[in-house]
């Protein structure tokens, strides 16, 4: 089955005009926050469906509104929905009660914190970045969660999010939604040590590429990355280096250390950043010749060998350019023999 349908926001100041449907027992969004939309009728421009659908259920007659995007929504095995996305800023009339559910305006940090769909959260994201006309496809199994979300033909980074005690919520999110409002998600972190003369240990660091969405330019972990939704720490830490590093770690060297809790707050790009990771952490020791290994330039501009105590004193005294946390350098530094 295929339907073309449109969705529109009727956004004032910092707030959106949602609907929460809650007044039909047999509603594919039942108790769901969404805009104003519907289904298009035989004949109609995706703008003739827009006017008719926000006056059918909020009484307003637009004036002012912008083609956001097209979203393209899978569920299950039959259903294909091709949606045409809008904001308005203009408009006209008396706000009705509407049939559908009740209609609120709502502040748009608080919109975080609703009932919405996943996918949802990724386009109202866009919104917010004000992102150029887009195309979003959604993919969503039979019971309604995530599988799949693509930007403009690219695969976006879905995650497990996490309850308190580290056990898997049901709800997966989109990478950037996580970062946005805080969610706990999975991580893996491997350092890369190899004796030395000095401390015992240099520490292989990577310098983050000036391009990354957190921290960029700063001296960090030899390799890590996020727990793709259903994929396991192992997996993923072997991912990890062959992606960023090009090296293909041996599996029985990786010595588990522990778990590693993260939490920060910050703003890049004029954009707010909140990272909140349960990191698993490995130490692999190996003598690697970094000049044969290849980077992942969008993730690594480059790797060096540090010696372990002055890795940690350049951390204290924050004399280096570095997003490394202090009780996670100590647990690699107990694991080499050296702290602790």
């Not at 992102?131 to 993919?139: A, G």
């Not at 939704?229 to 599996?251: H, N, Q, W």
């Not at 809790?261 to 698993?280: A, I, V």
Request: proline content about 2%.
């Amino acid at each position: 089955m295929i339907k073309l349908t449109t969705l529109c926001y009727l956004e004032k100041e910092d707030q959106y005009l949602m609907l929460h449907r809650t007044k039909k027992e047999q509603d594919e969004n039942k108790d769901k926050w969404i805009g104003a939309g519907g289904k298009f009728e035989y004949g109609e421009s995706p703008e003739d469906c827009l006017l008719r659908e926000v006056k059918e259920e909020t009484g307003y007659t637009l004036h002012s509104w912008r083609f956001r995007g097209i979203v393209t929504f899978v569920y299950g095995e039959d259903t294909v929905e091709y949606m045409c996305l809008y904001t308005a800023d203009r408009w006209e009339g008396k706000q009705i009660i509407c049939t559908e559910g009740d209609l609120e305006w709502v502040k748009k940090e608080e919109i975080w914190k609703m009932n919405l769909w996943e996918g949802d959260r990724i386009f109202f994201r866009l919104l917010t970045e004000e992102t150029p006309f887009f195309s979003l496809k959604l993919v969503y199994n039979i019971e309604g969660t995530l599988k799949q979300a693509v930007l403009n033909g690219k695969k976006l980074e879905l995650f497990d999010i996490l309850n308190e005690d580290g056990t898997k919520s049901g709800i997966v999110r989109e990478r950037g939604v996580a970062h946005l409002d805080g969610s706990l998600h999975a991580t893996v972190h491997i350092w890369i040590a190899r004796p030395n003369e000095k401390s015992g240990y240099d520490i292989l660091l990577q310098r983050r590429s000036h391009h990354k969405d957190s921290s960029p330019d700063c001296l960090d972990i030899s390799s890590a990355g996020h727990i793709s939704t259903g994929d396991g720490f192992l997996p993923s830490a072997m991912r990890e280096a062959k992606e960023e590093l090009g090296l293909t770690l041996d599996p029985e060297k990786l010595k588990e250390l522990g778990f590693h809790r993260k939490k920060f707050e910050g703003e890049f790009y004029g954009r707010p950043f909140r990272d909140n990771q349960l990191s698993k952490v490995y130490l692999y020791i190996e003598a690697i010749d970094i000049t044969k290994l290849t980077l992942q330039e969008e993730e690594v501009s480059e790797v060096i060998w540090m010696d372990y105590q002055e890795c940690k004193k350049g951390i204290q005294e924050n004399t280096i350019k570095n997003c490394i946390y202090l009780d996670e350098f100590e647990l690699v530094g107990k694991g080499l023999g050296i702290d602790g």
